[in-house]
């Protein structure tokens, strides 16, 4: 319970005594840079082969003959903007952007940067933290949204390919009963983990104490927490929205 408390009053120094817009806005600008632009290469890698390999891991299951193939689109879809593409790009971006996080800000602290800061009289948790949050709620759902179109063009892909099935069947499935709230789910489900996955690796790297070898243990702590925190937000919002 101390630790949720400890949580809870670092996120209220978010919005205390906050600096002028314009210096978030630079500062934005620079989080953005380094959490998305930086993330998107992996998050190519990951979301095509995961579409790929749904694809054919669809397509080896269904045996049966009175089963349509376009069915095999229509499952890697669903599968993709429901749980693959926004909780599985989170995870991945928790362990690169969330370590990044919680190492810079845990360097910060052994160094006794933040205490330079705090003695200027700038609020340290908002200057360095509230930035990071805002850029990784705006960045997350892009990168989101590409990873959802890659992992359906990487379906198309091995499922064509692979000779599992043809274009037009593939292009049939991913059309056929569409429920646009999908989309909607899945990037309301991409900010509330940029927001836990941003804040939890910073409360973590911005209490660190000690040395190089804690800085390290705290990078590892903010993925494995943010991780946790991702999957028990996942089946939340699976319940209370869907």
Partial sequence: MKIIGQFVLFIYGLFANRERFS???RLIVDECMLIGVNSVFIVTIVSTFIGAVSAVQTAYNLISPLIPLYIIGQIVRDMT???LAPTITCIVLAGKVGSNIAGGLGTMRITEQIDALE???INSISYLVLPKIIAAMITFPMLVVLAGFLS????FLAGTLTGELTEVEYIKGIRADFNEFSVTFALIKAVVFAFLIASISAFQGYYTKG???EVGQSST????NSCIAVLFADYLLAELLL
């Fill in 221 to 224: 702590q903010a993925v494995t």
């Fill in 81 to 83: 903007i429901l749980e």
């Fill in 23 to 25: 210096v978030y806005l």
């Fill in 152 to 155: 359906i063009v990487g379906g």
């Fill in 119 to 121: 003695v200027m009289g």
């Fill in 211 to 213: 040395g190089a070898l």
